[in-house]
């Protein structure tokens, strides 16, 4: 298995409070990526990163920043959490923006009440 | 995001059964893929498709890329226990993956 962690696992969160998931790779890949997995609509990008401090958007990233001071650590934060941010975030990393094998996290299941 | 739309949403399959789901896009993709998931864990890539027509096998699983480009199939011949989970198809249009809502697979009691 591919050396992806997350953190924290599982999360509980009051609307308006500022959230941060931390995706922390030991394979010194490239690219990292932060989906969130809802029923009905499988896994969409919210942003990803192609080097240190080097971020882009993907198709969701409103109500998200991230941020890569590392090459092994990228964290995704919800400023002010809200209810619709309740979702199963995976992080992915992968050596190559064309790589068709990009390897996923456990994820973090987070709930926004 | 691209609309990827996987079918059949759910299945029940004993075990033995051979089993068929597919994924159709109203985009081309240049490349088709198949994850699987299991519960609690990250998706696994299953199969990567490059070539429009493309058949190709991983063991009991079979998946073809659709000659429009649009298209994609998975098969799994004689299933067995561990292949229940969540199989995901997946476009590539340059560095996104865009996903299909996914086909939970159950085993029929």
């Known amino acids: 298995d591919a050396g992806i962690t997350q953190s924290p696992r599982h999360k509980v969160t009051e609307t308006g409070t500022p959230v941060t998931l931390r995706c922390h790779q030991t394979?010194?890949?490239?690219?990292m990526y932060w989906y969130r997995q809802d029923p009905g609509h499988g896994l969409r990008l919210i942003h990803y990163?192609?080097?240190?401090?080097?971020?882009d958007k993907g198709e969701v990233s409103d109500g998200y920043s991230v941020s890569r001071s590392k090459t092994e650590d990228f964290l995704l934060t919800l400023e002010s959490a809200t209810s619709s941010q309740t979702s199963v975030y995976f992080c992915?990393?992968?050596?190559?923006?064309?790589?068709?094998?990009?390897?996923f996290g456990p994820g973090t299941r987070l709930t926004v009440l | 995001g691209q609309q990827l739309n996987q079918s059949p949403q759910s299945m029940f399959i004993q075990e033995g059964e051979d089993v068929s789901m597919n994924c159709t896009s109203s985009?081309?993709?240049?490349?088709w893929l198949w994850y699987k998931q299991d519960p609690g864990e990250g998706p696994v890539l299953l199969i990567a498709?490059?070539?429009?027509?493309e058949l190709t096998s991983n063991g009991r699983l079979t998946a073809q890329f659709g000659i429009t480009r649009k298209d994609s199939f998975l098969n799994i011949s004689a299933s067995i226990p561990s292949d229940v989970g969540i199989y995901f198809c997946?476009?590539?249009?340059?560095?996104?993956?865009?996903f299909g809502a996914g086909t939970t697979v159950t085993v029929r009691a």
């Open positions: 394979e010194n890949h490239r690219y």
């Open positions: 985009s081309i993709f240049n490349t």
């Open positions: 997946a476009g590539r249009d340059d560095y996104k993956l865009s």
């Open positions: 498709l490059y070539k429009a027509g």
């Open positions: 990163s192609y080097g240190v401090k080097d971020t």
């Open positions: 992915a990393i992968s050596d190559s923006l064309t790589t068709d094998t990009q390897y």
